[in-house]
C-alpha cells in the first residue's frame, strides 16, 4: 500500500503550512495552486495552468452560450471525466451546479491541484462499473479505496 499514500510537502518550521497557504474561497479557484507554484506538479507551470484555465472558460462560455442552461438548477450535478487540473469547474463556478471531478487513475496525479481549488474529485479507471458511482454519496471511500486498490497498486 505504500505506493497508493500520497507523502505531505515537507516543512520546515511548525509555522509553515504544508503544500503552501491557500487563498479564500473563491478566489482560490483561479489563484495558482501551492503545489503548481512549487513545481511539484510534473509538467504544469503557473503559465500553463493560467493558459488551462483561459482556454476553459473560453470552452464554458462557448457552451453557455449554446445551452443557456449551464450554470442553472437544470443541471445541479456534472460529472468532468478528465479533470486534470479542475479547470472545468472553476471555470463553471456556479453555486447552483456540482461538478464531480474525476482524475482518472492513468493520468497524471493533479487530484491534491484540485483540493486546493477547493474543489472535489475523485480517481477512477471506469473498471468499477458507471452505475456504481451513485454509491460515491454515500460510500465515497469505497469507490476511492476500490479503484486505487485493483489499478494503482497492483492488488489481485
Not at 24 to 47: C, D
Not at 70 to 86: C, F, H, Q, S, V
Not at 95 to 113: D, Q, R, Y
Request: hydrophobic share 40%; with cysteine.
Amino acid at each position: 500500500m505504500e505506493t497508493c499514500k500520497t507523502p505531505l510537502p515537507k516543512v520546515t518550521s511548525a509555522n509553515e503550512v504544508a503544500g503552501g497557504g491557500l487563498k479564500k474561497f473563491p478566489e482560490r479557484l483561479h489563484a495558482v495552486p501551492p503545489q503548481i507554484a512549487k513545481g511539484l506538479v510534473e509538467g504544469v507551470t503557473a503559465e500553463s495552468f493560467e493558459e488551462d484555465n483561459k482556454l476553459l472558460r473560453k470552452h464554458v462560455h462557448a457552451y453557455k452560450r449554446i445551452n443557456k442552461l449551464i450554470g442553472t438548477t437544470r443541471y445541479r450535478n456534472i460529472m468532468d471525466m478528465n479533470a486534470r487540473l479542475g479547470g472545468f469547474a472553476a471555470a463553471l463556478e456556479s453555486p447552483k451546479s456540482w461538478v464531480m471531478n474525476v482524475v482518472p487513475t492513468i493520468a497524471k496525479n493533479t487530484l491534491g491541484v484540485i483540493y486546493e481549488r477547493g474543489l472535489v474529485g475523485i480517481y477512477h479507471d471506469w473498471y468499477v462499473l458507471l452505475n456504481l458511482i451513485s454509491l460515491f454519496h454515500a460510500n465515497s471511500g469505497l469507490i476511492f479505496s476500490f479503484c486505487l486498490t485493483v489499478r494503482l497498486c497492483n492488488v489481485p
